[in-house]
């Protein structure tokens, strides 16, 4: 009975631990999200591959470190493609510990729209990209 209540007791502190970890959408808390995406957006028009590394982390930096480090073309190339592009942040979702999920709406100048899903996470003071979808954890 003692093993059945104290394994009952850790469950439901973890459980509390989770809940008590999972992101509150202040109005602050989702402008400083916000201020993240368009920062990561101004990083993508302009070729900054040096902020867009500073907007990644976990899964996210690890997948685009070669092409950000390595790649002495990809700043020519994400001035040109994002030219005149006008970026867009989705419904901010919290989805699990310190992590958000959002869209990044990018309307290009002849029409075409895209829609990429992107799961952010606090880290201090910032919140950082770390994958993108529902199920790309770090």
Wanted: with cysteine; hydrophobic share 45%.
């Amino acid at each position: 009975m003692k093993r059945m209540v104290l394994a009952s007791a850790t469950v439901l502190l973890a459980c509390a631990s989770l809940v008590a970890q999972r992101v509150t959408l202040t109005a602050n808390v989702a402008t400083a999200i916000r201020d993240a995406l368009t920062r990561h957006a101004a990083a993508l028009q302009s070729g900054d591959v040096a902020a867009i590394r500073d907007s990644l982390s976990g899964k996210a930096l690890e997948q685009n470190r070669a092409l950000l480090e390595k790649n002495t073309e990809y700043p020519a190339f994400l001035r040109n493609f994002y030219q005149g592009a006008t970026f867009s942040v989705g419904n901010i979702v919290p989805d699990g510990n310190k992590e958000v999920v959002t869209d990044l709406i990018i309307r290009f100048p002849n029409g075409a729209q895209t829609v990429t899903k992107l799961r952010l996470r606090s880290e201090g003071k910032a919140w950082k990209i770390v994958g993108q979808g529902n199920s790309d954890r770090s």
